[in-house]
């Protein structure tokens, strides 16, 4: 079952939805290669190009690494530069004894992207994952007003789960 956590911009009001997680319906057969009638879960959660990527090494024989629990979902990156956050579907496909994972940028100031650590515990982001690795605080940027805030400002608002 996946999370997920609401935050207000301190301005305007905009709601932020963190969703991170999977759903239990998104199976790693429904995710990474759908069926006879819908194709697979990821191309709703991937840009057109990094799907056509992921598709490709799947046809070619890749394998989507799904041993363990959390090995693909909704997962938390931020930018080293901006200290901003986003959300972005997370997977490792191997092929020919190689890794890809999706590589995000920064909807500010195109740098890549990096994921944050300590995403495991299930706990409102707001705390230790609202922290780079090196203890430094991330923020969110409003999609409305482009205010960039911490989320404890606003507080979290409403959690929920989903499937």
């Known amino acids: 079952m996946g999370s997920g956590y609401v935050y207000h911009c301190p301005d305007c009001g905009e709601a932020t939805y963190i969703a991170l997680g999977m759903g239990s319906d998104y199976t790693p057969e429904r995710v990474f290669y759908g069926n006879h009638a819908d194709p697979p879960l990821m ?41 901003t956050l986003k959300v972005g579907f997370f997977c490792t496909i191997i092929h020919d004894d190689r890794c890809w994972t999706p590589q995000y940028t920064c909807d500010l100031c195109q740098h890549p992207l990096v994921l944050v650590p300590n995403q495991e515990n299930g706990d409102d982001p707001s705390r230790d994952q609202m922290a780079g690795p090196d203890g430094a605080v991330l923020r969110i940027c409003c999609k409305k007003c482009g205010r960039v805030y911490f989320a404890p400002e606003s507080g979290c608002t409403s959690v929920f789960l989903w499937d």
């Open 43 to 83: 191309k709703d959660f991937l840009s057109a190009a990094m799907y056509r990527t992921a598709d490709r090494l799947l046809r070619d024989g890749g394998v989507p690494d799904t041993a363990q629990n959390g090995s693909y979902g909704q997962k938390l990156y931020y930018c080293p530069q901006c200290r």
